[in-house]
């Protein structure tokens, strides 16, 4: 059984158009997160959420607008994409004050 | 704003042999975890080993092992008896206990595994 789990896990799109990254995570965890990791591999936190509510979000832009629609749950939708946006996109869930965050398998999102 | 500084871009190392990579940060708190996550060509993020600040054993996880040194904020990682599955990029990650519990990395090392 998948424990964190993403989809899709690529997405070729061209500038402008709008798109969604789903995860789903059968952790029975409260809280869930979205890292960016550029191409030089590195990797940072843009949002988190704890039982639905958004607990960071990190200078991202407002194009990028994450939803929880319950604590299992954690998509991240995209509007008029860039170039810039290219990247690889982790979904994460943990429980809250345990340490340890389980990651999905990645969405490597491709703007031309 | 807590860093993570992983000093190595590149490692190798013999199959069979031991390794450490280097990792230091910097925090004011007292209370956090550190982690060194594994990511393969496949990409996914394997979880490796956990350390918990208040605790001043070292954490060991079969041939992986943990040299943390508070004081100094080094937090060293051991793979002894390398295995070709062993090649990967390994990151550094620290988070503060409470509040946004957020994981900040270091920037990687490329661990290459020679035959």
């Known amino acids: 059984d998948t424990a964190v789990s993403q989809t899709p896990k690529y997405l070729v799109t061209q500038m402008g158009n709008d798109k969604s990254i789903k995860c789903e995570q059968n952790?029975?965890?409260?809280?869930m997160y979205w890292y960016k990791q550029d191409s030089k591999k590195f990797l940072k936190i843009m949002f988190s959420?704890?039982?639905?509510?958004?607990?960071i979000n990190e200078t991202v832009p407002n194009r990028f607008s994450p939803k929880s629609p319950d604590k299992a749950h954690l998509n991240l939708h995209i509007n008029s994409l860039e170039l810039g946006d290219s990247a690889v996109y982790f979904c994460?869930?943990?429980?809250?004050?345990?340490?340890?965050?389980?990651f999905g398998p990645g969405t490597r999102l491709t703007v031309t | 704003a807590q860093t993570v500084t992983q000093s190595q871009p590149e490692m190798s190392v013999q199959e069979a042999e031991t390794v450490t990579l280097s990792c230091t940060y910097d925090?004011?708190?007292?209370?956090?975890?550190l982690f060194w996550y594994k990511q393969p060509p496949s990409r996914q993020m394997i979880l490796v080993i956990r350390?918990?600040?208040?605790?001043?054993q070292n954490a060991t996880e079969n041939r992986f092992s943990v040299n943390f040194q508070k004081a100094a904020k080094s937090f060293s990682l051991k793979i002894s008896d390398s295995q070709l599955g062993d090649a990967a990029m390994y990151f550094c990650?620290?988070?503060?206990?409470?509040?946004?519990?957020?994981?900040?990395f270091g920037k990687g090392t490329k661990l290459t595994v020679n035959p």
């Open positions: 994460a869930s943990s429980q809250a004050r345990k340490g340890e965050q389980y």
């Open positions: 952790l029975g965890h409260d809280t």
């Open positions: 959420y704890n039982n639905k509510e958004l607990i």
């Open positions: 925090t004011s708190e007292s209370d956090y975890y």
């Open positions: 350390q918990e600040a208040y605790k001043q």
């Open positions: 990650a620290y988070r503060v206990q409470g509040g946004s519990e957020k994981l900040v």
